[in-house]
């Protein structure tokens, strides 16, 4: 394994708070020269410490969807690979993996509704792997509780010294410029505005005025990385809580206890089904027992069972896939 320094660590961190940091910011920080800060950064992702630059974004102030489609297979290692290309170019998918325990694949689409899933999406994605897949599973949320929470081995090393006060001007509906936008920072959301604007043959203050707008209404959240865990030793799993009776106040004491969990980076209650998703990080297989146990003992009157999904393989992630970019088939976004 790949050993990372002090200086790298850091960087992790100062990137994962704002990926759009300026260099001199980022070298104040670092006590580094411009020059040296993008030397490790493009260091960190040709050794692919770093995936990606990415942008948070508030769906639902986008007016979508995400639904979550688990998959048990039945396939050969051939047919196993087909489907596996046929994610990475799917022009609805956000985010897939692949698994090991009672579910083999995960895939997460972005949709307006679950009609416009249904219809536009999922069955034709179930009709042409029908032969390769066992059985199936759809998910969506209500409501999320926590994302993209810091390893504390990084979170530690700096201050918030780049969290930025969150804006909120009326939201208006996505032109074509916008979502052109979001297409490019989904790509890389350190790119600067003369290189979106480039991309999407737009001017620069075209872009410029695009890109301000989406942030101050809240559509862009934040900047953020995408970090490869697996390279500094770390597991990640899923996991799916089977609940019931949980009261309101309950509810409120279960989402503290999240998001006091630097292991649970992502955290999201099912919109059908009392149940909620996790996404878990640790060092040690132990410290997630742990974790478990300690949540099962907090709240042994509402959990029904917890489920852990080993993750072997991130296949692809794209916060704002290309088939956002025409209207639904159904609807408009």
């Known amino acids: 394994m790949l050993e990372l320094d002090i200086k790298d660590r850091k960087l992790i961190a100062l990137l994962s708070r704002d990926c759009r940091a300026k260099l ?15 030397q490790r950064i493009e260091r960190l992702q040709e050794r692919e410490f770093i995936s990606n630059f990415i942008p948070v974004l508030n769906y639902a102030k986008l007016q979508l969807s995400t639904f979550d489609l688990f998959l048990k297979l039945k396939a050969s290692p051939e047919e196993e690979k087909e489907l596996i290309k046929e994610l990475e170019k ?7 993996a692949s698994l090991f325990g ?10 307006l509704d679950y009609w416009e899933f249904y219809i536009t999406i999922m069955k034709p994605f179930i009709k042409k792997f029908n032969n390769i897949i066992d059985s199936y599973e759809v998910k969506f949320s209500s409501e999320r509780w ?50 979106i604007g480039k991309e999407i043959n737009e001017s620069l203050e075209t872009t410029r005025n695009h890109f301000n707008k989406l942030v101050a209404t809240g559509i862009i959240m934040e900047f953020s990385i995408e970090v490869n865990f697996k390279k ?14 949980f009261t309101e ?35 040690d297989i132990y410290d997630a027992e742990a974790l478990f146990r300690e949540m099962k003992e907090k709240f042994h009157n509402e959990i029904v069972s917890i489920s852990n999904l080993l993750v072997t393989e991130y296949i692809r992630e794209d916060l704002y896939p290309k088939g956002l970019m025409k209207p639904f088939q159904f609807g408009g976004n």
């Open 24 to 38: 001199g910011d980022l070298g104040k920080e670092l006590n580094l020269s411009k020059k040296s800060v993008k």
């Open 90 to 96: 799917h022009p609805y998918l956000m985010g897939s």
């Open 102 to 111: 009672e579910w083999d694949i995960f895939i997460q689409f972005v949709s």
């Open 146 to 195: 926590k994302f993209k929470e810091e390893r504390e081995e990084f979170s530690k090393l700096v201050k918030n010294k780049f969290s930025k006060k969150k804006k909120n001007k009326v939201m208006r509906r996505l032109d074509v410029v916008d979502k052109k936008v979001l297409n490019a920072l989904a790509k890389n959301a350190r790119a600067s505005f003369s290189e």
């Open 232 to 245: 500094l030793g770390y597991v990640d799993y899923f996991t799916i809580v089977k609940h019931h009776n």
């Open 249 to 283: 106040e309950r509810i409120e004491e279960l989402k503290l206890f999240i998001n006091s969990k630097k292991a649970i980076s992502y955290a999201m209650q099912m919109g059908t089904t009392p149940e909620f998703f996790l996404s878990v990080s640790v060092k």
